[in-house]
Nanobody, 125 residues
């Protein structure tokens, strides 16, 4: 069992930056696929923002965040990051991190095993 805890969300202005962190418990985290998803408004399907395979360096970014967001991971600290730059009001959402014990790129929410509780990001215009 893996537990994920997100942090780093908050209220920012258009153009600002935030870095989200996702701390994981468990072993062999370096072999886990990880991803960041967002949901807005509540009840809407979660949108894939960025995913990392852990194996061959494959990374996915949604078109809406390419060039602005960067996913990274520190396996020694069991932590995944999402650096978000040039934030826009449409980036406002609850951001979730997810993980699965498989070394491949996964972009669909339903394919992930473990989820964090989410962290709110609000970008004011």
């Amino acid at each position: 069992q893996v537990q994920l805890v997100e942090s780093g969300g908050g209220l920012v202005q258009t153009g600002d930056s935030l870095r989200l962190s996702c701390g994981a418990s468990g072993r062999s985290f370096e072999t886990y696929a990880v991803g960041w998803f967002r949901q807005a408004p509540p009840g809407k399907e979660r949108e894939g923002v960025s995913c990392d395979s852990s194996s061959d360096g494959s990374v996915y970014y949604a078109d809406s965040v390419k060039g602005r967001f960067t996913i990274s991971r520190d396996n020694a600290k069991y932590t995944v990051y999402l650096q978000m730059n040039s934030l826009k009001p449409e980036d406002t959402a609850v951001y979730y991190c997810a993980a699965r014990s498989i070394s491949q790129l996964i972009t669909r929410p339903r394919d992930y095993e473990y989820w964090g509780q989410g962290t709110q990001v609000t970008v004011a215009s």
